[in-house]
Every structure is written in structure tokens, then in C-alpha cells.
């Protein structure tokens, strides 16, 4: 079927007079996880991975995607003519380097401008027009490939009310209007649908997991535009966009709106789309949108709730693993049957609203798969013998949970055992990390990797991401990795208030994978002389599985580090279990 999409592709391709044809991840809004209107990708190629760019020439097509997705990519792949290109690896050319190659002077490389941010599009264009090669931006072919395309989404908003988000949309116009002044700017075009969730505290569910509107917005110094079909507003949302005066237009009326703007307008070109770009008549000017930071910077009101959303998540996921500690191998579950019961208790809790992302239920050798998905032809049984790794995450009303918990339910290795201490170990030692203020991400990845970097092994992803407020879980511009990747905007000074996760792992092919993670909040620490210090607080509290440890590989600091995390999670997690559920935490808190 992939082939035959691909051939039909190609058919267009030369009704167009195209000869390579780019196809990325990303929708009209450079959002991560999307909806199945936008799954163009995974329509041409079968890869479901949520990292990846397609392309595809007239006689020979390529996927590229990152350390996490190589096993998982490299499955869904075969059979289908499409090469794997795995980034970052020694001898793998970058999309551009490839295209040029393959294509003679003249030739025209197509692609969707909506599609593509404008940073992307532009770096391309350089590229391309040192090799003489064309450009054509305004060319959707999936659409005349995909006959039975999905409709876009148009689900129901809802007003977040200022009990969860802390700030009113009337504060946020005026701080945007502020910047747009001090920047001597005329106005922004906003196209991230986190980033027009956040300013409008406006929530809905467009796409599954992140539940936000699909929407634009243009916001001047005296007057606000938000795109969108109007009849989908809920009441409440219509009286604060009437109290501050925000026009709603129609969703595609922005390409004719931004023809008209004039003077100086900003638009971030990592996020917004270059067939918009393209459209302005004013001068553009090139900078980061100051939302990202501020919302990545959680007001009072957000941690106090964002850590009121965790316990519950936690009483949800602890009550989870009582349960399967204690029936595995007793009675018949599977990776898909876990997968649901673990969502049961967390719908069992008030104020959820879904799962943060596709949950990760991953069996032995499955897990070394960083992004396996179980699907009916790849379901296992899961016995009492090996290890369970379960990455998920809820969406409530207080805030956005991610964790990961690595379950032993039965005999496990010594190196099975080996690795999730050295795993666990890393974990802990980024979890107690102080720092001075001016730390990135990067400055403390290494305290996370040491333990296996000493022994010549690697997990090839972040250590951690920042974390939205009932928005993305994947959240820009905190996060952990030990280099900067130039189309990554994760390495900003960590300050008070980012949320981040931490989640070291180890991933043996055919064999077994273990991950271990927390969301932590940075908070100040003293100041003195040196600086202002700093440190991290965690906020998701869950036992880590104390049966897969090897206790004579942790250090002092690091068992008291661990017997101290575990006191915590007793004490707020246990009023909210039943007593047996109860007892069973106490033994699964246990001090070593």
C-alpha cells in the first residue's frame, strides 16, 4: 500500500514538474503530536514516529528521524522502498546535501509552505539556490494522493479558568503589548497553538493528548485577531474575547489578514509557517515569540496546581502498579489489556481529562524500542518473569503529568539488574543537582549520563524536556541534553519555575529497556557570594521499583537520596490508597 502511495505521488510530482518532494512531521502550526488530518508522513511512509521528515524523489525515497525512532523506523519501513536515515549517525547526509545530489541544475524541490516553518523553509532556499535548484512552496500533493483525507478538527473550546492558569488573558495582551513596544514593533503573528492557548486561556481537543484549538492569532498594539470558526467558542470564551476586544475571524481568513498588515511585524521563524511568511507585504522581523519563555516560566498558581494534578497521578499510577505486582502471572493481561487498565485509574480521578500522550507499554525486549507503540499485531502476553516499562501521562484541569516506571515482575538478570541501578543511579544524581543561576541543560546532562557514559554506553535522546501547563508535553525552551541541536530550542537558563522531566535510560536491542523518570521543578536555593544557587524539587512522586535494584552499586548519598524521595511518596500518597494498598506501599517504600 506505502509503495502504491508513493507511485501516486510521484505521478504528481511530474504533473508538477517536481523532482524531489519534501514531507515533514508538522502541521500548519509546528506542533509536535497532530492531529489525522496532518499525518501526511505516516500516510506516505507507515512510520508512526513522532520525529521525522520524508523524502520523496522520482526514483528512490528516504525517511529521516533520531535516535529514538532507529529500531521502531527501521521495521516499519521495510518493505516499502523507503531508505533509513539515521540522524546524527557517521556518513548520513542531512536532507539538503541529499537532495542536492540527487538533482541536476534546474530542478524543482516541492513542498508544502504551510507545513514548514519559515526557519527551515529559508535554510532550504539558501541551500538550494547555491545549486541552482527551484523552489515550488505552495504545493500540497498529499492532498491529491490521500482520497479519503480526514476532516480538520473543530471540537469545542473552553475558558481555563484563572483558579488553574493563574493570569487573566487581559494581563497577558498587556505584557505582550508591552514587549511588542519595548521591540519597537507593530505586531505579532502567533501560529503555535500552545503558545494561543496560553495567551487566551483557551483550551479544546483538536489533537488527541494536547488539548488546544487549531487556531491563528495576529495581536497589534491596539487590537487582537484570533482565527478561527467562531461557532465553536463556549460562552465564556466569547465574553472575555468580547471584554478585550479580540476580533474572531475565519481559520484561513490569516493568509488574506496578514496581506494587509503593514509597518514592522514579528514572527518567530521556528514556529511560524512560510507560506505565511511569504504573504507579508510588511517588513518582517525575526525573533523568538517571548510566550515560549513566559509560559515556560509557571506562575503560583500553576505549580500550586500542577502539583495538586501529580499527587493525584500518583495515588492513579501507584494504585496501578499494587495491581499489577500483585496479578502478574495470576491472571491474563497484556501490553494493550495494561495499557487501558492504567488509564482506567487515572480516569478514576476528578479533573482528567485524557492521556498526555499515547501511553508507552513496553514488555522485555519491546522496550528497547525508546517510542514502542503495541498495536494488535504486536501485542504480548505479559507473565510474572522480566521487566515492564510504562512511559504515560494524564491531561487535568491543574496541569500536564509525565512519568516513567520500569516494573520487575519476576527473575530478572544480572545485567538486566546491572542497568537499572546505573540507570536509577543517573536519574538521582540530575534529580540532586545545585547549581548556579546561568546553568542550562546542558551544563547538567553529564550528571545524568556519567554513570553509563563511565561504561562506554549511551541513550541516544534528551535527558529531560520542559513540561506545559495542561498543554504540551514536550515544552520549550528547558530541557537536558549534553549538545545543542541547532533545530531544538531546549537549552534557555533554567530559572524558577520551569518544569522539567528526568529520564536517563538503557536501551539493548533484542533484549530488554529501562527508563526512569520524574517531572522537577527548579526552585532558588541560597545566595550568597558565588551567586544565586539552585536546585530541583520533584513533583511526581511514585515508587521506583525497589525489586530490580543491585543496592551495592549506590552510593551513600545516593541511598539516602532515594530512602528520603520514598519517605516522601508515603506520605502523600498513602491517605489516598485503601489499606491494603496502603501496607503495600510501605514495603514498596521500604529503606535499603
Not at 539556490?129 to 473552553?158: E, G, I, K, Y
Not at 489516598?576 to 517504600?589: I, V
Request: charged share 25%.
Amino acid at each position: 500500500m506505502i509503495t502504491q502511495r508513493i507511485s501516486k505521488l510521484r505521478e504528481k510530482m511530474m504533473e508538477n514538474n517536481v523532482q524531489a518532494y519534501i514531507i515533514p512531521t508538522s502541521d500548519f502550526h509546528e506542533t509536535e503530536y497532530v492531529c489525522e488530518y496532518f499525518v501526511c508522513r505516516k500516510y506516505m511512509s507507515g512510520f508512526t514516529g513522532s520525529a521525522g521528515v520524508l523524502v520523496v524523489l522520482l526514483d528512490k525515497a528516504a525517511l529521516w528521524t533520531d535516535g529514538r525512532y532507529f529500531i521502531q523506523a527501521a521495521n516499519q519501513l521495510e518493505g516499502t522502498g523507503i531508505d533509513l536515515m539515521r540522524m546524527g549517525q557517521p556518513g548520513v547526509p542531512e536532507i539538503d546535501a541529499y537532495i542536492v545530489e540527487n538533482l541536476k541544475e534546474n530542478d524543482t524541490v516541492g513542498f508544502d509552505g504551510r507545513v514548514m516553518n519559515t526557519k527551515d523553509a529559508l535554510a532550504y532556499k539558501s541551500v538550494f539556490d547555491l545549486a541552482h535548484l527551484n523552489m515550488n512552496v505552495n504545493l500540497d500533493l498529499v492532498n491529491d494522493v490521500w482520497t479519503d483525507r480526514p476532516q480538520l478538527p473543530s471540537t469545542p473550546t473552553f475558558h481555563y479558568s484563572e483558579k488553574f492558569a493563574g493570569e487573566s488573558m487581559e494581563s497577558k495582551l498587556s505584557r505582550l503589548r508591552a514587549f511588542l513596544n519595548e521591540n519597537k514593533v507593530d505586531s505579532i503573528v502567533l501560529t503555535s497553538v500552545d503558545q494561543i492557548a496560553w495567551l487566551y486561556n483557551l483550551r479544546a481537543h483538536d489533537i488527541p493528548n494536547f488539548p488546544v484549538a487549531l487556531a491563528y492569532s495576529i495581536v497589534s498594539l491596539d487590537s487582537a485577531s484570533i482565527y478561527m470558526d467562531a461557532s465553536r467558542l463556549d460562552e465564556l470564551s466569547e465574553e472575555e474575547f468580547r471584554k478585550n476586544n479580540v476580533t474572531v475571524c475565519g481559520y484561513n481568513d490569516i493568509y488574506s489578514a496578514t496581506k494587509t498588515l503593514s509597518g514592522s511585524v514579528l514572527v518567530d521563524p521556528s514556529s511560524v509557517n512560510y507560506a505565511i511568511v511569504s504573504n507579508l507585504r510588511a517588513k518582517p522581523v525575526f525573533k523568538e515569540s517571548p510566550i515560549i519563555l513566559w509560559k515556560a516560566l509557571k506562575n503560583e498558581t500553576e505549580l500550586k496546581c500542577t502539583k495538586w494534578a501529580h499527587i493525584k497521578d500518583g495515588v492513579a499510577v501507584t494504585k496501578f502498579m499494587y495491581w499489577l505486582k500483585k496479578n502478574a502471572g495470576k491472571i491474563e493481561m497484556s501490553e494493550m489489556s495494561v495499557q487501558s487498565k492504567l488509564q482506567v485509574f487515572r480516569s478514576e480521578q476528578e479533573n482528567y481529562l485524557e492521556d498526555s500522550f499515547d501511553t508507552i507499554c513496553a514488555y522485555k525486549e519491546h522496550a528497547a524500542m525508546m517510542h514502542y507503540s503495541s498495536k494488535p499485531e504486536t501485542n504480548v502476553e505479559i507473565t510474572n518473569s522480566g521487566m515492564l516499562l510504562i512511559d504515560s501521562g494524564g491531561q487535568y484541569l491543574e496541569g500536564t503529568t509525565d512519568i516513567t516506571r520500569t516494573f520487575v515482575l519476576g527473575d530478572i538478570s544480572e545485567e538486566e539488574r546491572y542497568w537499572f541501578t546505573k540507570a536509577l543511579r543517573g536519574h538521582i544524581r540530575l534529580s540532586d543537582a545545585h547549581f548556579l543561576f546561568g546553568c542550562s541543560g546542558i551544563n547538567l546532562d553529564i550528571l545524568a549520563r556519567g554513570p553509563l557514559w563511565d561504561q562506554d554506553v549511551d541513550y541516544q535522546c534528551g535527558t529531560g524536556h520542559g513540561v506545559g501547563h495542561l498543554l504540551n508535553v514536550h515544552e520549550s525552551p528547558n530541557g537536558f541534553r549534553w549538545r545543542v541541536l541547532p533545530h531544538r530550542n531546549e537549552m534557555c537558563v533554567l530559572d524558577e519555575g520551569m518544569i522539567t522531566s528526568n529520564e536517563p535510560g538503557v536501551y539493548c536491542e533484542g533484549k530488554f529497556g529501562i527508563r526512569h523518570e520524574n517531572e522537577m521543578v527548579v526552585v532558588k536555593g541560597n545566595v550568597n557570594n558565588y551567586g544565586q544557587f539552585m536546585h530541583f524539587e520533584p513533583i511526581t512522586f511514585v515508587p521506583f521499583d525497589l525489586d530490580g535494584l543491585d543496592v551495592s552499586l549506590l552510593t551513600n548519598e545516593e541511598k539516602a537520596w532515594l530512602n528520603n524521595y520514598h519517605k516522601e511518596v508515603l506520605e502523600k500518597i498513602s491517605p489516598y490508597l485503601t489499606n491494603d494498598e496502603a501496607e503495600w506501599l510501605k514495603s514498596a517504600c521500604r529503606s535499603i
